[in-house]
T-cell receptor
Framework: NAGVMQNPRHLVRRRGQEARLRCSPM?????VYWYRQLPEEGLKFMVY????????ESGMPKERFSAEFPKEGPSILRIQQVVRGDSAAYFC??????????????FGPGTRLTVT | LAKTTQPISMDSYEGQEVNITCSHN???????ITWYQQFPSQGPRFIIQ???TKVTNEVASLFIPADRKSSTLSLPRVSLSDTAVYYC???????????FGQGTTLQVKP
């Protein structure tokens, strides 16, 4: 059973460009979470999605950031008009939500975004 | 969500038992205690979760006193590969949102 897949692993964008980060959850998992880890900081929750629904986006910046988890295909975290402060590691996690507790989330290897 | 406090860093030697304590004075009745491990340049990995008393798995043990205001993650006989950041998380099981604190950086020396 493959783990959570994220691509690309490394992404370099110039200021003003768009960044698209992809996440394929573990097989059978219908819940996806995105977290951001700024340099020398802890992980911060961004958004929680189920198929075709955003459940909690309380950690998402109000502008330029969006996320989706379509019925088919991976979850996408999109950052428009990137700025240097967006440089960070972005982690995706998934869970099956069938055990009654979703504190056990499975994380991908992350995408390291560098904005030049 | 309950705030957690844990040491910023700890040092140990190979073969020793390591105990990392986390304080969570405001833990709520429906909160679970969960520990994650993160190696450099990797995503966090779930280690163990508990509600009260003691939980043990193949990786670690988790001790939770009766008042649940603290918890201790115990790693038996650590090796160099256990060098990582360990996060204590406290919260209800049904929000879908993990709140990470600063974590404890464990350095295992030969």
């Amino acid at each position: 059973n493959a783990g959570v897949m994220q691509n690309p692993r490394h992404l370099v964008r110039r200021r003003g460009q768009e960044a698209r980060l992809r996440c394929s959850p573990m097989k059978g998992h219908s819940h996806v979470y995105w977290y951001r880890q700024l340099p020398e900081e802890g992980l911060k929750f961004m958004v929680y999605l189920q198929k075709e629904n955003i459940i909690d986006e309380s950690g998402m910046p109000k502008e330029r950031f969006s996320a989706e988890f379509p019925k088919e295909g991976p979850s996408i975290l999109r950052i428009q008009q990137v700025v240097r402060g967006d440089s960070a590691a972005y982690f995706c996690a998934s869970s099956p939500r069938d055990s009654g507790t979703d504190y056990e989330q499975y994380f991908g290897p992350g995408t390291r975004l560098t904005v030049t | 969500l309950a705030k957690t406090t844990q040491p910023i860093s700890m040092d140990s030697y190979e073969g020793q038992e390591v105990n990392i304590t986390c304080s969570h004075n405001n833990i709520a009745t429906n909160d679970y205690i969960t520990w994650y491990q993160q190696f450099p340049s990797q995503g966090p990995r779930f280690i163990i979760q508990g509600y009260k008393t003691k939980v043990t798995n193949e990786v670690a043990s988790l001790f939770i006193p009766a008042d649940r205001k603290s918890s201790t993650l115990s790693l038996p006989r650590v090796s160099l590969s256990d060098t990582a950041v360990y996060y204590c998380l406290v919260g209800p099981s049904n929000t879908g949102k993990l709140i990470f604190g600063q974590g404890t950086t464990l350095q295992v020396k030969p």
